[in-house]
């Protein structure tokens, strides 16, 4: 048996894992109805034990397999994990200074260990969802300077 994947360690699905997710995703879809779907698991080696799984980890294990059904890795991160300024950067698909100067400038809320950053995921994704939400305007602003200057944007 292999050893349990280190915290935040991408889990990189095989072509076999990616097709078994494909069908099992498929198969399971089909029984999200409501909120009130729960999934019950029982083993072939031991059909008589069953357990049940809340809705909310049953959805989380579609997305799961619908990922790694199209070969992407996978990993899960607690939204309360604290991050290395390396696994924000690497989250951002940024450079390791990149989101140092974010934490200098306050634009990225962390906390000192020692001479270490840390950054909470939450403070991340926020950070993450702002900086789209404002990549979005400045793209539907320059669309619209594309469309009042006619230069092929309707």
């Keep these: 048996m292999s050893r349990p994947a280190l915290a935040y360690e991408p889990i990189q699905p095989s072509e076999r894992d990616s097709k078994l997710a494909e069908q099992s995703s498929r198969v399971l879809s089909k029984y999200i109805k409501s909120e009130e ?17 809340p809705n909310s980890a049953f959805r989380l294990l579609i ?17 309360h994990a604290e991050l290395t300024t390396q696994q924000a950067a690497d989250l951002l698909n940024v450079s390791r200074p990149f989101v140092t100067q974010l934490t200098d400038s306050n634009q990225l809320p962390c906390r000192k260990v020692g001479t270490h950053r840390r950054i909470l995921f939450k403070d991340l ?9 404002e990549r979005e305007k400045v793209l539907d602003q320059l669309v619209l300077e594309a469309q009042e200057l006619n230069i092929g944007y309707e």
Aim: charged letters at 20%; hydrophobic letters at 35%; aromatic letters at 2%.
């Design 125 to 133: 994704m926020d950070y993450k969802k702002n900086i789209d939400i």
């Design 63 to 79: 997305d799961i397999l619908t990922h790694m059904s199209r070969g992407n890795a996978i990993t899960l991160i607690p939204i």
């Design 37 to 53: 779907t729960q999934l019950s698991i029982s083993s072939k080696d031991n059909p008589s034990e069953t357990i049940t799984i």
